[in-house]
């Protein structure tokens, strides 16, 4: 991918951080729908409304059937996503926003260690011992979550969260592969498509027509995750992956204020603490990030 040698690396950034925030709001709007409408059909409408405006972006540039390569890593990449998004709101509506996105900041150090396991790279002290780092600050949310007493349901979706940062980081993995194969308006469709195929398969079960008041929030988280993935996308292809990787965390502060406003969540000073924790190892691990780097941007 060609980057511009022209532009200013802090517009790249700015586009990064706007991608970041608008993906932040559409994890407001969804754990909006999941309270009304439950993980499932939440999930369902607003992959299927994703994958319509995926789907005209797609056409719109040419369209073209993908590889048979690119066509076996959609797949996975759907199953994983499909998964992992459900663990990840089922989770986010039973904890607090600040908390569970604190909890997935884990994922690029994961993707670093399986980097090592699936494609052989190289992981040295320094991931190592980021990832112990972590998984400290993993330990401090927790704790400060069971001195809050929230409830059996609160430890329940902080254990989902963590499975589903699990499968973000081989979401990850993927994505670095995918990215080699499929153009970003592709994966894009693909993506929505393909995991609104996979929870339609539980629709004669588990699907309802979401009541009309719905509807709105329905387009707009959609428009929200095309939105985000494209500025992500061109942000990617006019900065350098380590400069723009930093505006991932950005998002715990659109979490804290955000669980604030609209949901009256209050943020522990234990989440602070963990978040900065993880967020430092994470930082300190950073010389070893290519994988999850290049990949970011593809993850959302």
Not at 66 to 88: D, E, K, N, Q
Not at 169 to 195: K, T
């Given at each position: ?15 990064a951080?706007?991608?970041?925030g ?41 369209g ?8 076996w890593l ?24 600040a908390?569970?996105?604190?909890l ?16 052989g790279e ?7 011992a980021?990832s ?5 600050g ?18 329940a ?10 499968l ?36 004669p ?39 723009l ?28 603490a963990g ?6 190892a ?19």
């Amino acid at each position: 991918m060609t980057r511009s040698r022209h532009l200013s690396p802090a517009i790249a950034f700015a586009v990064a951080a706007a991608g970041i925030g608008l993906f932040s709001i559409m994890d407001a709007f969804m754990k909006s729908l999941t309270l009304a409408l439950g993980v499932y059909n939440a999930l369902l409408w607003r992959t299927g409304v994703s994958a319509v405006f995926g789907g005209v972006a797609w056409a719109a540039g040419g369209g073209g059937w993908p590889s048979r390569r690119a066509t076996w890593l959609h797949l996975l990449r759907g199953i994983v996503a499909a998964v992992m998004a459900l663990l990840f709101f089922w989770g986010l509506a039973r904890v607090p926003m600040a908390q569970a996105i604190a909890l997935a900041y884990i994922a690029p150090l994961l993707a670093l260690l399986l980097g090592a396991l699936v494609l052989g790279e190289r992981v040295g002290m320094r991931v190592v011992a980021a990832s112990i780092m972590a998984l400290a600050g993993v330990g401090v949310i927790l704790l400060g979550q069971a001195r809050m007493d929230l409830g059996p349901q609160a430890l329940a979706g902080a254990l989902a969260i963590l499975a589903s940062a699990v499968l973000y980081a081989v979401n990850l993995i993927v994505a670095r592969l995918q990215s080699l194969a499929a153009r970003p308006g592709e994966i894009a469709f693909f993506q929505a498509a393909i995991v609104t195929l996979l929870l339609a398969l539980a629709a004669p079960f588990l699907g309802a027509i979401p009541p009309a008041g719905e509807w709105g929030k329905i387009t707009i988280a959609a428009l929200l995750a095309t939105a985000s993935l494209f500025l992500l996308g061109w942000a990617y292809a006019h900065g350098e992956a380590g400069y723009l990787a930093t505006t991932e965390y950005s998002s715990f502060l659109y979490a804290a204020v955000l669980g604030w406003l609209v949901f009256g969540e209050r943020v522990a000073l234990t989440t602070l603490a963990g978040a900065g924790i993880i967020i430092a190892a994470c930082l300190y691990g950073a010389r070893r990030r290519d994988i999850a780097q290049e990949a970011l941007g593809q993850a959302a």
